[in-house]
C-alpha cells in the first residue's frame, strides 16, 4: 500500500532521558546520542504501525471494489437461473414432443402397444335344471315280507 505516511511525535523527552543517564554516570555526549538513537528507533516502531493501519482511502476503495462484486455475483447467479430455466424448459418441451402421436389431431391411432392378457379359466358348472322339468324318481323295490 502506498500511503502518504505522516509524522506522528512519539511523546518521548529526550532531554528527560539524557538527563536520568547523565546522573547515572554517563558523559553527556553518550547519553545524547542514545537519547537520539531510541528517539529515533520509536519512530520508525510508529511509522511500521502506521503503514498497517488502513486508512479511509483504502476502505473506500475496498467498499467499492465489494459493490462491484456484488454486482458481478448477482450477474452471474441471474444468468445461471435463466440458463436451467430455459434447460428445464427445453427438457419438458422435448418430453411433450415425444409423447406426441404423429397423426392428426383429433383422430385417434391403433394402439401400437397390444396387451397380452389370458383368457379366463372356464370353471365347470353344473346343469341347471327348470324347475318345470324335475327328474323323475327312479321306482324303489318295496320290501318284501
Known amino acids: 500500500m502506498n ?3 505522516p509524522c506522528h511525535a512519539i511523546p518521548f523527552d ?3 532521558f539524557a538527563k536520568k543517564l547523565e546522573t547515572a554516570g554517563i558523559p553527556p555526549a553518550h547519553a545524547e546520542a542514545q ?4 528517539s529515533d528507533a520509536l519512530q520508525q516502531v510508529e511509522e511500521s ?3 498497517e493501519l488502513a486508512t479511509k482511502g483504502d476502505v473506500l476503495r475496498l467498499e467499492h471494489e465489494m459493490a462491484s462484486t456484488k454486482v458481478e455475483i448477482i450477474k452471474w447467479t441471474a444468468g445461471m ?3 436451467q430455466s430455459a434447460l428445464i424448459i427445453g427438457a419438458l418441451f422435448a ?3 415425444m409423447n406426441q402421436s404423429p397423426f392428426q389431431p383429433g383422430v385417434h391411432p391403433a394402439p401400437t402397444i397390444q396387451e ?7 370353471t365347470p358348472q353344473a346343469p341347471v335344471l327348470s324347475p ?4 323323475i324318481p327312479s321306482p324303489t323295490p318295496s320290501p318284501t315280507r
Open 95 to 97: 418430453m411433450f414432443k
Open 14 to 16: 529526550t532531554l528527560a
Open 49 to 51: 504501525r502506521l503503514r
Open 3 to 5: 500511503h502518504a505516511t
Open 116 to 122: 397380452m392378457r389370458q383368457p379366463a379359466p372356464q
Open 132 to 135: 318345470t322339468l324335475s327328474p
Open 81 to 83: 437461473f435463466i440458463a
Open 35 to 38: 537519547a537520539k538513537a531510541l
